[in-house]
């Protein structure tokens, strides 16, 4: 009988097969991005050539630096509010997990990220970073008018400001606060994440299904965001200034009537959830958060929403000429 050495061997054909797959997947994906790259340079180059043509490469050079500016800036903030959430959630981590039905899930996670926990987060905060702050850099026009703003010595007629205002620096703080409320809800997702990854949030008993740590953490990022959606309705209301609702642009009868009250509104339930999300710290259950997310759902959706449609439909056609007159007139002259 020959000795096992002896024996033949079996070629590895799967672990030959699955290494060539992985060969083949990495080089699509090197093409593709070296394609997307090649056409990045040669745009670029492209638009060098242009302005250097018309001897403005004074004007290529300061739209590229605002927009490396923006994009660094943008995803710099990106990256230190990720990472500050993702440490506070270690950080909070309950010392000692009650053993349950998610644990075997959990402890495998953990054998895995163990020693390389901090590295880990800046991974997943600088890809996000990247990702929520490259594409900024599209806005480098609102911000070039927002760093060079002036006033025109002109006021709009509903809220007395000057058309500099709705000109330099009203678009880039509408695109500000809307970019920030998407990223904290970013953050907020992943600090979820991270909170059921450490043990603090349980989606089956026995123990707490959130830690009083883990829901004060939570509690400060939604009254974040809270705050953040009430500069968005204080910004929303200058925003009718250019309505298109109706027969010329501007604020007209229904935007000034019940647009505007209702945005008002908004910000007043908007801050009040912010205190009560900061009060819920200091509570047991959700009881007041959800509240305070149920009766901004219903202002929005009916007040903000069905009250303009129905104010435009029964209060205004009716006698339209007599209601919208006064605002079609301002609007001409403005």
Same mark, same amino acid.
């Given at each position: 009988?020959?000795?096992?050495?002896?024996?033949?061997?079996?070629?590895?054909?799967?672990?030959?097969?699955?290494?060539?797959?992985?060969?083949?997947?990495?080089?699509?994906?090197?093409?593709?991005?070296?394609?997307?790259s090649l056409r990045g340079i040669a745009r670029?180059?492209?638009?060098y050539l242009w302005f250097d043509s018309v001897?403005?490469?004074?004007?290529?050079?300061?739209?590229?630096?605002?927009?490396?500016?923006?994009?660094?800036?943008?995803?710099?903030?990106?990256?230190?509010?990720?990472?500050?959430?993702?440490?506070?959630?270690?950080?909070?981590?309950?010392?000692?997990?009650v053993s349950g039905p998610e644990d075997e899930?959990?402890?495998?996670?953990?054998?895995?990220?163990?020693?390389?926990?901090?590295?880990?987060?800046?991974?997943?905060?600088?890809?996000?970073?990247?990702?929520?702050?490259?594409?900024?850099?599209?806005?480098?026009?609102?911000?070039?008018?927002?760093?060079?703003?002036?006033?025109?010595?002109?006021?709009?007629?509903?809220?007395?400001?000057?058309?500099?205002?709705?000109?330099?620096?009203?678009?880039?703080?509408?695109?500000?606060?809307?970019?920030?409320?998407?990223?904290?809800?970013?953050?907020?997702?992943?600090?979820? %994440? =991270?909170?059921?990854?450490? /043990?603090?949030?349980?989606?089956?008993?026995? +123990?707490?299904? #959130?830690? !009083?740590?883990?829901? &004060?953490?939570?509690?400060?990022?939604?009254?974040?965001?809270?705050?953040?959606?009430?500069?968005?309705?204080?910004?929303?209301?200058?925003?009718?200034?250019?309505?298109?609702?109706?027969?010329?642009?501007?604020?007209?009868?229904?935007?000034?009537?019940?647009?505007?009250?209702?945005?008002?509104?908004?910000?007043?339930?908007?801050?009040?959830?912010?205190?009560?999300?900061?009060?819920?710290?200091?509570?047991?259950?959700?009881?007041?958060?959800?509240?305070?997310?149920?009766?901004?759902?219903? %202002? =929005?959706?009916?007040?903000? /929403?069905?009250?303009?449609?129905?104010?435009? +439909?029964?209060? #205004?056609? !009716?006698?339209?000429? &007599?209601?919208?007159?006064?605002?079609?007139?301002?609007?001409?002259?403005?």
């Amino acid at each position: 009988m020959r000795a096992p050495d002896d024996l033949p061997r079996r070629p590895r054909r799967a672990a030959r097969s699955g290494r060539g797959r992985v060969v083949l997947i990495g080089a699509v994906v090197a093409a593709f991005i070296l394609l997307l790259s090649l056409r990045g340079i040669a745009r670029f180059y492209t638009d060098y050539l242009w302005f250097d043509s018309v001897d403005q490469t004074g004007v290529w050079r300061g739209v590229l630096g605002a927009k490396v500016v923006l994009a660094l800036l943008f995803i710099l903030v990106f990256f230190a509010l990720a990472l500050a959430n993702l440490t506070i959630a270690d950080r909070l981590a309950p010392a000692y997990r009650v053993s349950g039905p998610e644990d075997e899930l959990l402890e495998r996670y953990h054998d895995l990220v163990e020693g390389r926990a901090g590295w880990i987060r800046a991974a997943v905060a600088g890809v996000l970073a990247l990702i929520a702050g490259s594409g900024v850099s599209a806005e480098w026009n609102s911000w070039i008018l927002f760093t060079n703003g002036r006033d025109f010595g002109i006021t709009d007629p509903q809220f007395g400001q000057d058309v500099g205002f709705y000109v330099f620096r009203l678009p880039f703080l509408s695109f500000v606060v809307d970019w920030l409320f998407a990223s904290l809800l970013i953050v907020l997702i992943i600090t979820v %994440v =991270a909170h059921y990854l450490n /043990g603090g949030i349980r989606v089956q008993p026995p +123990s707490p299904r #959130v830690t !009083p740590q883990v829901k &004060a953490h939570l509690s400060v990022l939604l009254a974040a965001l809270a705050l953040v959606k009430a500069a968005d309705y204080w910004l929303q209301r200058f925003e009718l200034t250019t309505s298109s609702r109706g027969v010329v642009d501007g604020a007209t009868y229904t935007d000034v009537n019940a647009q505007l009250p209702v945005l008002n509104l908004l910000v007043l339930i908007s801050l009040a959830a912010a205190v009560l999300f900061v009060a819920n710290i200091f509570r047991r259950g959700w009881t007041l958060p959800v509240l305070a997310v149920g009766l901004w759902m219903f %202002v =929005a959706v009916v007040a903000g /929403g069905i009250y303009p449609q129905y104010v435009q +439909s029964f209060q #205004v056609r !009716p006698n339209e000429s &007599a209601k919208e007159r006064p605002y079609i007139e301002r609007n001409i002259e403005a």
